[in-house]
């Protein structure tokens, strides 16, 4: 059974950082490639970003620059670093198995003053 189990969501200010984890049991994790989504109250869940087996990444323009997806294949884990939050990044954010097309459980993440 694949799972993928999210963590490090949180409140934070207009500004700050967060890093997203998503933890990958019962696949070949290393082969596959993974994605990180968002979705707010009353919006389509749209690609934040990217990143395939072998470590190439691409990002939706509205991350750029601020927003970084990485791989530890040790670990069988994707992480999402985020930066320079703003108060429209708030939704609950989402990583994506591609292989198996399974989506973990969420995360909320919430950029507020």
């Known amino acids: 059974q694949v799972q993928l189990v999210e963590s490090g969501g949180g409140l934070v200010q207009p500004g700050g950082s967060l890093r997203l984890s998503c933890a990958v049991s019962?696949?070949?994790?290393?082969?596959?490639?993974m994605g990180w989504y968002r979705q707010a109250p009353g919006k389509q869940r749209e690609l934040a970003a990217r990143?395939?087996?072998?470590?190439?990444?691409k990002y939706a323009e509205f991350v750029k620059g601020r927003f970084n997806i990485s791989r530890d294949n040790a670990k069988n884990t994707v992480y999402l670093q985020m930066n320079s939050l703003k108060p429209e990044d708030t939704a609950v954010y989402y990583c994506?198995?591609?292989?198996?097309?399974?989506w973990g459980q969420g995360t909320q993440v919430t950029v507020s003053s």
């Open positions: 019962g696949s070949f994790f290393r082969i596959y490639a």
């Open positions: 994506y198995h591609e292989g198996v097309g399974i």
């Open positions: 990143i395939t087996s072998g470590g190439s990444t």
